[in-house]
């Protein structure tokens, strides 16, 4: 494992996800003086408090302007500085998305963004904090790599990941408070391979972010309860995101479903949808996500489960697509 | 002070060399934004024929003095500028604007020699100038930034988060200029959405403003002499307005708005490149009485 930060079960239990960001960027701050944090008013939402402890210097606050974010964060990377820009989602995808575009992505500059409070974890704040089309905007954008962990330790693998490596990263982390997938780092975290969470050969429910925890719950389940062996895959990266993983998967389950805390339009589900049907390989294929819609206002679990993204929206979906059969003949209506 | 005349006129000729080959790129690509790219000429001439230290056989030199071109749409007077410094081929202007060219209406740095921000989105350059200033100080280098936007490129409120943090920052070590050449595409600034005061708005943003004739060198370079002076330790930023005509040199289409974009013909380049040698002459008398 790179980097010289670990983390304990302790510390993931004491600590939200963006309060390890907050950690894991202070000890590459440390390390290295050409590396800079820059923010928005969110120095203290964002977490980055451990960062003000060792080198407040290198903390550029702009004030509550995302689009000067962007554009002082590419000047710093043109001249040789290493900026970690975070903030809300919503704001880093959508408010300055003229900068993150041209500033960042099309001049391809080494800016790392970490984008909190993402899907509907800021989920009492309503849909002006919510960010349920960020994924399908940023995607969309070329030259940046782009990474939903799954808990603190992964979103701390994915900061290493993207401090190893040039280019854009916009990592999209939730508010914090996120319960625990791994035990720790040591999993073979690697940009663009999903990592295999449950084995399964009967479906494969393919997530990211909080989703993912949800996934392992309902397979756990499903096991259980009716005897259906669930493949889940933590697609931590949806750009480049892993081909080989989903057309396996394809092969193998032929019957997908993918889980967001994003619109099922352009997010993870349309990524992967996108190597189905290039690929040429049909199989049962469900996205779940929020339906074109504008997500309620309410604690964060509450919205996954209206929407259906939570252990019992995936069992319920599971079992649905468990119905689809795969017969040779012409009949149509009765598969999936 | 003025210039000395040697100098002065030594300016004015490359400057006349560089209007001729922004109006030779122009009928080349058969069009172009001929306006605002003339109107900024004089500014482009003094950046790389005086103040800049910058290394063409070393672009990315780490040392080097930035220039950020916000208002990215003058890239038909900014390419001829890099090219005939010898950062880029003079021949990839007969290029400009065609397919397959690296050479746009809009310059790509990672394609572009020499140009140290990809722009064409207005409202964009100040902050990308604010982060290198920034940088600057954070690494310890005495490197100096310059950022030209337009007029009525202001309008976008993204320029006026840059003016906050050049001021909050005390960043000095980055000069803004502001060639107000009173155009934009629909019209002149004032009607279309009023900018003045102008220089007022600049001082209650914390800068050190100054509003000078932009299209004169001598007076243009004391305006930057004075700002460079004031940029070793941190206070508040400057800022430059030039007071510029649109179509600078050309007195056809001098200060007409409707200039912003525009093709020309055999006819126009032939009175149009006249219209440039007459005010060269023009430029040089003045250069001769007012030089030092």
Request: with cysteine; net charge negative; charged share 25%.
């Amino acid at each position: 494992m790179a980097g010289g930060f670990v983390y304990t079960a302790t510390s993931q239990t004491d600590l939200s996800t963006s309060e390890i960001y907050g950690k894991a960027i202070a000890d590459i701050m440390q390390r290295d003086p050409k590396v800079v944090a820059v923010t928005a008013d969110l120095a203290k939402s964002t977490k980055l408090g451990d960062v003000l402890k060792v080198c407040p210097e290198r903390v550029i606050n702009v004030g509550i302007a995302e689009q000067d974010m962007f554009g002082v964060a590419a000047g710093l990377a043109r001249a040789g500085i290493t900026p970690f820009v975070s903030g809300f989602s919503a704001f880093t995808s959508m408010r300055a998305c003229d900068q993150l575009h041209t500033d960042i992505c099309y001049q391809n500059v080494n800016a790392k963004i970490i984008a909190t409070h993402s899907g509907t974890s800021f989920g009492q704040a309503g849909s002006t904090h919510h960010a349920i089309v960020d994924l399908a905007i940023v995607r969309a954008m070329p030259n940046i790599t782009l990474i939903v962990p799954a808990d603190g330790y992964e979103t701390a693998n994915a900061v290493n990941a993207a401090y190893d490596n040039f280019g854009p990263y916009y990592i999209r982390i939730n508010r914090g408070f996120d319960r625990v997938l791994y035990e720790n780092m040591d999993y073979g975290f690697e940009v663009g391979k999903a990592v295999e969470i449950n084995p399964g050969s009967d479906i494969t429910v393919i997530a990211c972010g909080s989703c993912v925890l949800q996934a392992k719950e309902a397979a756990k389940f499903l096991e259980n309860a009716d005897g259906l062996k669930v493949r889940v895959l933590n697609m931590h990266t949806i750009k480049p995101i892993d081909k080989e993983a989903i057309l396996k998967a394809v092969t193998e389950t032929r019957r997908i479903i993918t889980v967001e805390d994003h619109s099922v339009i352009g997010g993870l589900g349309s990524a992967v949808a996108e190597v189905v049907v290039e690929a040429g390989k049909g199989c049962a294929f469900k996205k779940l996500g929020h339906q074109d819609k504008f997500a309620p206002i309410g604690l964060h679990e509450d919205i996954m489960a209206e929407v259906g993204i939570d252990a019992n929206g995936i069992i319920n979906a599971v079992r649905e697509v468990m119905k689809a059969d795969f017969e040779e003949d012409d009949n149509w209506d009765d598969e999936f | 002070m003025a210039l000395s005349k040697q100098e002065w006129l030594a300016l004015e000729k490359k400057a006349h060399e560089l209007r001729k080959l922004t109006l030779q790129t122009v009928a080349w690509a058969g069009s172009g934004h001929i306006g605002g790219g003339m109107s900024i000429l004089d500014l482009l001439t003094v950046m790389y024929h005086k103040y800049l230290n910058i290394k063409v056989e070393d672009p990315k030199w780490e040392d080097r003095d930035r220039f950020i071109l916000s208002k990215g749409h003058a890239a038909i007077s900014y390419a001829p500028v890099l090219c005939d410094k010898g950062f880029n081929d003079v021949e990839m202007l007969k290029t400009f604007n065609l397919s397959g060219s690296k050479m746009g209406m809009h310059l790509d740095s990672n394609k572009v020699v020499g140009v140290d921000a990809s722009t064409g989105s207005l409202g964009h350059g100040v902050s990308i100038a604010a982060g290198t200033a920034l940088a600057a100080r954070i690494l310890g280098k005495d490197y100096l930034t310059y950022v030209a936007t337009g007029d009525g490129e202001l309008g976008e409120g993204s320029n006026w988060e840059g003016f906050m943090t050049l001021n909050h920052y005390k960043l000095s070590n980055c000069i803004v200029f502001i060639d107000r050449n009173h155009c934009m595409i629909d019209g002149n600034t004032e009607d279309v959405m009023k900018l003045e005061p102008l220089a007022d708005k600049m001082v209650a943003f914390g800068f050190n403003t100054v509003t000078v004739d932009g299209n004169n060198i001598s007076a243009l370079c004391e305006a930057i002499d004075a700002a460079v002076a004031r940029s070793k330790e941190p206070c508040a930023p400057s800022c430059i307005i030039m007071d510029t005509k649109k179509g600078a040199g050309i007195k056809t289409i001098e200060g007409d708005y409707l200039w912003h974009y525009g093709g020309i013909d055999d006819a126009m380049f032939e009175k149009f490149n006249n219209e440039l040698d007459e005010d060269y002459k023009v430029r040089c008398e003045r250069a001769e009485k007012e030089g030092e």
